[in-house]
């Protein structure tokens, strides 16, 4: 059984950092596709960073420069640096995965204060 249990998640000020991690089991992410999706209130879920097979990252605009995106092998981790963040970043941020079947977490809170 799959399952992704994201982590880091928590109130800080504007300009202010956080790492966000996802642990999976059932599921192995060096060799599967992985993002970080977030939702903010009143507004649709969307991409904010995705990791390849081969390490290729892409990143939505409005967070590139600020976001890292990064897989742990050894702890089986998919990881998210967020730096200088900004109001507009508080979010539920969600790991994703995918394999022939795509795979959600439940979730963990980001909010920027300002």
């Known amino acids: 059984q799959v399952q992704l249990v994201e982590s880091g998640g928590g109130l800080v000020q504007t300009g202010g950092s956080l790492r966000l991690s996802c642990a999976a089991s059932?599921?192995?992410?060096?060799?599967?596709?992985g993002a970080w999706y977030r939702q903010a209130p009143g507004k649709q879920r969307e991409l904010v960073a995705g990791?390849?097979?081969?390490?290729?990252?892409n990143y939505a605009d409005s967070v590139k420069g600020r976001f890292t995106i990064s897989r742990d092998n050894d702890k089986n981790t998919m990881n998210l640096q967020m730096n200088n963040l900004k109001p507009e970043d508080t979010a539920v941020y969600y790991c994703?995965?995918?394999?022939?079947?795509?795979?959600w977490g439940k979730g963990t809170l980001v909010t920027v204060s300002s």
């Open positions: 994703y995965a995918r394999t022939g079947r795509v795979y």
């Open positions: 990791i390849g097979l081969r390490s290729g990252t």
């Open positions: 059932g599921i192995t992410f060096s060799i599967n596709y």
